[in-house]
């Protein structure tokens, strides 16, 4: 089993930025893909960010690319998603997920391991 806890979500301004951290506990995902999913109120759960288990392949959600930056360090068993230049409709619970294969998704039904969630909300 594979535990997920996100952590750094919170309010910021448009235009401003966080960094959101998950770590990993219970077994080391290093040859997991690991991504962000978040959900706004109302809507479905939607794709964010994708890292292989080596990082050197990543994919975007057309919506976040050039403001959203995914990245894994396999010695702490953590990825992380730098979001700049945020904006309103980046309001979302952000969540953090893993998949046992070395292939990028961007199903959330592809994700059997999950996080609890964290708050971004991003104020006019």
């Known amino acids: 089993q594979v535990q997920l806890v996100e952590s750094g979500g919170g309010l910021v301004q448009a235009g401003g930025s966080l960094r959101l951290s998950c770590a990993a506990s219970g077994r080391t995902v290093s040859s997991y893909t690991l991504a962000w999913f978040r959900q706004a109120p109302g809507k479905e759960r939607e794709f964010v960010a994708a890292?292989?288990?080596?990082?050197?392949?990543?994919y975007y959600a057309d919506s976040v690319k050039g403001r959203f930056t995914i990245s894994r360090d396999n010695t702490k068993n953590t990825v992380y998603l730098q979001m700049n230049s945020l904006k309103p409709e980046d309001t979302a619970v952000y969540y953090c997920a893993a998949r046992m294969s070395t292939l990028l998704s961007l199903s959330q039904y592809e994700y059997g391991y999950w996080g609890q969630g964290t708050q971004v909300t991003v104020s006019s």
């Open positions: 890292a292989r288990w080596n990082a050197g392949s990543t």
